[in-house]
């Protein structure tokens, strides 16, 4: 694999990063962008509730989720 210089690799991305994105694609961006904002805010959800939950150290399913 052929050395490639700092200045070619930051040229490149500059050339990926001026060129215009079609309407599709910014609507693609936008919409992977909401679907990680909302998984977080699921998944933050989800462990609150679990944090919320008392453990019982004499119930096994408790101890396993400690692991």
Do not use: F
């Not at 500059?14 to 215009?20: A, D, L, M, Q, V």
């Not at 679907?35 to 119930?59: A, F, I, M, Q, W």
């Amino acid at each position: 694999r052929p050395e490639v210089s700092t200045q070619e690799t930051t040229a490149k991305q500059n050339e990926i990063w001026e060129k215009p994105l079609t309407a599709r694609k910014r609507l693609g961006l936008i919409q992977a962008c909401l679907l990680h904002v909302v998984g977080y805010k699921n998944l933050t959800v989800d462990v609150e509730k679990l944090c919320r939950e008392p453990s019982d150290s004499d119930h096994l399913q408790h101890e396993d989720m400690l692991l």
